[in-house]
């Protein structure tokens, strides 16, 4: 069992940066794929971004590759997400995931319970 807990969402201007992390608990986070997925009002969620446990590597959807970045601190038990130029299409809900696949982008196993990130254009 693995319990998610998101923080860092804001409000900021088109343009601005923002950092979310997301800290987990238990003992066995260094053997889990991080993701980051994100909810805007009226559509489906959608993935943002992930790092693999085994190689250490993100990889990301092309809708913000560039402009995000994913890390993680297996000492901290907390992944990060990096946003920079942001836009007002990246206003959502954002969600930290865990799951034991190589490389998922869907059907990930643990979830948490999101952080609003709205951009102001």
């Known amino acids: 069992q693995v319990q998610l807990v998101e923080s860092g969402g804001g409000l900021v201007q088109a343009g601005g940066s923002l950092r979310l992390s997301c800290a987990a608990s238990g003992r066995t986070f260094s053997t889990y794929t991080m993701g980051w997925f994100r909810q805007a009002p009226g559509k489906e969620r959608e993935f943002v971004g992930a790092i693999s446990w085994r190689t250490g590597n993100p990889y990301y959807a092309d809708s913000v590759k560039g402009r995000f970045t994913i890390s993680r601190d297996n000492a901290k038990n907390t992944v990060y997400l990096q946003m920079n130029s942001l836009k007002p299409e990246d206003t959502a809900v954002y969600y930290c995931?865990?799951?034991?696949?190589?490389?998922?982008?869907?059907?990930?196993?643990?979830w948490g319970q999101g952080t609003q990130v709205t951009v102001s254009s």
């Open positions: 995931a865990a799951d034991r696949g190589l490389r998922p982008v869907d059907g990930y196993d643990y």
